[in-house]
């Protein structure tokens, strides 16, 4: 059984940072792309950043210089650290992993909220 498992998520001041987590099991964690995804409330899921295979990250425009991704394949683990969090990032956070060949997983989420 696949499961993707966040944390890290809080309520915390313009300004100032989280790590988030997500710790995957029942699949080979180094053979998929992975992926952090936010959605606030009324607006849709986007994409924040993503780190391949080979560890090469991505970002979204909005976050990009303030928050960075990074895995670790052998605690089966991806991170996301977010420094000089604003109020417009409060949202859900959610990881997901992919496969080239196929599958695709999500997890249950975790909730950052950005106070002003």
């Known amino acids: 059984q696949v499961q993707l498992v966040e944390s890290g998520g809080d309520l915390v001041q313009a300004g100032g940072s989280l790590r988030l987590s997500c710790t995957a099991s029942g699949i080979i964690f180094g053979i998929y792309h992975m992926y952090w995804y936010r959605q606030a409330p009324g607006k849709q899921r986007e994409l924040v950043a993503l780190i391949t295979t080979g560890g090469n990250p991505n970002y979204a425009d909005s976050v990009k210089g303030r928050f960075t991704i990074s895995r670790d394949n052998a605690k089966n683990t991806m991170y996301l650290q977010m420094n000089s969090l604003k109020t417009e990032d409060t949202a859900v956070y959610y990881c997901?992993?992919?496969?080239?060949?196929?599958?695709?997983?999500w997890g249950q989420g975790t909730q950052v909220t950005v106070s002003s």
């Open positions: 997901n992993a992919r496969r080239d060949s196929g599958g695709i997983y």
